[in-house]
């Protein structure tokens, strides 16, 4: 009847955001739940007329090393990259020896600064931030299954080993590249660190200190209560997913004294006030009104438009080869030919076109020769008659192949026509006629 009450989806969910991640507030609710408040929860009728109430053989507050129940419960609002000390760290922390890197003598400071001004406020709940060490331990040594005796695969010894972390260095620097755009010669390691998309990102664990009242500090009794990442592509990544209208979530100790605790994750952050929403509408709607003049300029004023119920038709093509003629030394003369039925084409626009003379190469048992000529042109069509059965004329392109001797005399190989194609990439060729 009680597990009805609970959460047990443990699963990640995912955020996107345009706003800051700074702005990001989480408010995390630890209780201790014991056998009297557990029962408790149930409706009186449950318990039936003959059933002794446990509360009446409720331990002694101190028996299990816990403070009264009242004292077992704990909130906090906890923002993003927010360090909160546990009892570990501030016993570490507490003597300069163990202090080794910059950031081990910057936590000393802020602890005695708690220390001077009478304490943190939190005890069991705590955070380990990006630049902890614990993060890097966690990317490090995660498992893919929930297996105790999990192997790794190479998979997961090679990607072990690629970070995703935020950049703090910039690839540019007074607008050169510094590094190669190709790597003609890759070694193993670069290939291992670049064959996979990586983007950059960051990690926050909030955790719990579940030992007993008094010997709290013990790495064994931390617990991950959510699990926070935030790349730079604005996606939040939460496992498990905030609270809502959810159950509270659960925790089960191990040892010789199996307590359960229960605790709530909710969003908490402030809303933007109306003024400020219509102000950030007004930025946005002044950034894409001038990222629109910016394209706008990019394409010019000179950009022609069509003509309303005209047909505006450009073609790019290319005389590719040919083949099966009986001499050498050939070439071809092509032209266009347009309906007379409201068909047009500029002044200057040339209709027609002789390519180079080309020697022929032997290709099998045929005799190639390869002309690779390009040509263009364009056309108007005024499509005056609005019925549905009224389609234009298409224009036809004619091809002369003709040779070219000794004696600088030319003969005409064969004729050819065909139809231009009504949509692109589509090859025609026109045979010996």
């Known amino acids: 009847m009680a597990e009805a009450i609970w959460s047990t989806d443990t699963g990640e969910a995912v955020y996107r955001s345009r706003d800051p991640v700074r702005n990001l507030r989480l408010r995390v609710h630890l209780q201790r739940i014991t056998s009297s408040n557990y029962l408790h929860c149930q409706p009186a009728a449950q318990l039936g007329k003959d059933l002794i109430d446990l509360a009446t053989f409720r331990p002694h507050p101190t028996a299990s090393g816990h403070r009264p129940e009242e004292a077992e419960e704990e909130e906090v609002v906890i923002g993003w990259q927010e360090k909160l ?76 080993n690629v970070r995703r972390r935020r950049q703090d260095k910039r690839g540019m620097e007074g607008g050169i590249l510094k590094s190669r755009v190709v790597t003609w010669e890759p070694s193993e390691e670069f290939i291992r660190n670049n064959h996979v998309i990586n983007t950059p990102l960051q990690t926050m664990y909030i955790m719990a200190d579940l030992g007993p009242y008094g010997k709290l500090g013990y790495k064994k009794h931390e617990h991950v209560l959510c699990t926070l990442k935030v790349d ?147 056309a108007s069509f005024l499509h005056e008659d609005e019925s549905v059965g009224a389609l234009p004329e298409w224009p036809v392109l004619y091809c002369e192949v003709l040779s070219l001797d000794f004696w600088q005399r030319y003969r005409v190989e064969g004729y050819g026509a065909v139809v231009l194609p009504t949509t692109p990439d589509e090859e025609n060729g026109a045979r010996r006629g």
């Open 85 to 160: 000390f546990s009892q570990f760290e501030v016993d570490l922390y507490q003597n300069e020896a163990a202090c080794q890197s910059p950031l081990d003598h910057q936590y000393r400071q802020e602890i005695l600064k708690l220390e001077d001004s009478g304490g943190r406020k939190n005890r069991r709940i705590f955070t380990y931030t990006d630049s902890d060490r614990y993060t890097n331990l966690e990317e490090h040594c995660q498992k893919m299954t929930t297996a105790a005796s999990e192997m790794p695969s190479f998979l997961v010894e090679r990607m072990a």
């Open 232 to 378: 730079s592509n604005g996606v939040i990544t939460v496992k498990p997913d905030f609270t809502g209208s959810k159950g509270p979530y659960r925790i089960e100790t191990e040892g010789e004294k199996q307590e359960l605790w229960k605790y709530t994750i909710d969003n908490v952050s402030s809303f933007a006030q109306p003024e400020e929403e219509e102000r950030e509408q007004r930025v946005f709607k002044d950034l894409y009104g001038r990222h629109k003049e910016y394209l706008n300029s990019l394409v010019g004023t000179d950009f022609e438009t069509t003509v309303p119920g005209a047909l505006r038709l450009f073609v790019n093509g290319e005389v590719v080869s040919a083949q099966g003629y009986e001499y050498d030394n050939l070439y071809v003369h092509f032209f266009v030919e347009l309906p007379t039925s409201n068909w047009s084409s500029p002044a200057f626009q040339q209709l027609s076109g002789i390519t180079q003379t080309c020697a022929t190469k032997s290709w099998g048992m045929d005799n190639v020769a390869y002309f690779s000529y390009p040509f263009t042109f364009e």
